[in-house]
């Protein structure tokens, strides 16, 4: 790993969460909680990838406004594979892009499951 | 605040994953202002869209922003304030950023650089905070007045609970 990773990943705000807990949180508040979620995630994504990728006023209504989750969910997949590059597995988190823009219009929460355990190993890596 | 930047070259030119997003996000946003054109006039009937209402009758944050849009789209602002809050305010968003991205995707260079607030994770919480309260204080209107009780009967799941207690019961 080089100098430069530990450095980005030194800027990466700690989101960590099980997955699941993402589903019946999201769940059990109705929708509220992926607002928070949404915005979190947009921050640690957006610092992960080192550019400003997801605006946090899409985040906002990303958890709930159909037409912005699959926008907010496309941006999501590109910057995992930024993600990816960090937890070195750049080419796997790169081809989740097409299924979670899928799953971001179908089931968004799974598709938030998905990107919470991706990030989640981020901060594995770190430890 | 966020200390990361977009990649740019020193004249604007943005790069192919910064056209690919604004021309996604433009398609999304001006989708959904000719889509409130569009649906305007079948909104009241048509099907419902959240997957919250229609499995177990809550509506989520989010819910009236479709009624709100083809209000605004109708010139019915004061019904589109009811429908919800923050809906007139995003159409404009939307009918600014929609235009302004596909032009920026079509030249692939920046006209305007979006105000650092748009990056703000505490303005964001700030917004996020008011959508919360204005959904809480919704909720607590429709339980009071009695809206949510008939929207759960009629859900999906308030359906099968019913279907199942007349049959045992």
């Known amino acids: 790993m080089g100098q430069s ?12 969460n099980e997955p699941v807990l993402v589903l019946i949180l999201g769940l ?18 957006n610092k992960a ?14 958890g709930c406004c159909y037409p912005l989750n699959v926008y907010f969910y496309y941006l999501a997949g590109q910057c995992l594979g930024d993600v990816g590059k960090l937890i070195g597995k750049e080419e ?26 991706h990030v989640n190993e981020l901060y594995e890596k770190q430890a | 605040m966020n200390s990361t930047k ?32 569009l649906y305007a006039p079948c909104v009241t009937h048509g099907p419902v869209l959240c997957l919250s209402r229609l499995t177990v009758g809550l509506p989520c944050p989010a819910c009236g922003l479709t009624r709100s849009f083809c209000a605004v789209a109708q010139g019915h602002f ?3 304030f009811a429908c919800h809050l923050f809906g007139p305010a995003l159409f404009v968003l939307f009918a600014v950023a929609g235009p302004l991205w596909l032009v920026e995707a079509i ?15 505490r303005v964001a919480m700030f917004f996020g905070a008011c959508l919360a309260l204005y959904h809480v204080a919704r909720l607590t209107v429709m339980a009071t007045d009695g809206q949510l009780l ?3 009967e009629s859900s999906l799941a308030g359906r099968l609970f019913l279907s199942v207690v007349h049959t045992f019961c």
């Open chain 1, 5 to 16: 990773d530990k450095g980005a990943r030194a800027n990466i705000p700690v989101f960590k």
């Open chain 1, 28 to 45: 059990v508040t109705c929708g509220l909680y992926l607002i928070y979620w949404n915005i979190k995630m947009a921050d640690v994504l």
């Open chain 1, 49 to 62: 990838s080192g550019r400003e990728v997801i605006s946090s006023l899409v985040a906002i209504f990303a």
């Open chain 1, 92 to 117: 796997e988190l790169k081809g989740k892009s097409t299924i979670l823009l899928v799953l971001g219009i179908f089931v968004p929460m799974v598709a938030a499951m998905i990107v919470q355990g």
């Open chain 2, 6 to 37: 977009n990649r740019l070259s020193p004249d604007g030119e943005l790069d192919s994953r910064s056209v690919r997003n604004r021309a996604l996000g433009a398609l999304v946003c001006l989708g959904a202002i000719v889509g409130s054109f």
């Open chain 2, 78 to 80: 004061g019904g589109a």
């Open chain 2, 107 to 121: 030249r692939r260079r920046r006209i305007v650089r979006a105000p650092r607030f748009f990056f703000s994770t």
């Open chain 2, 150 to 152: 008939v929207s759960a």
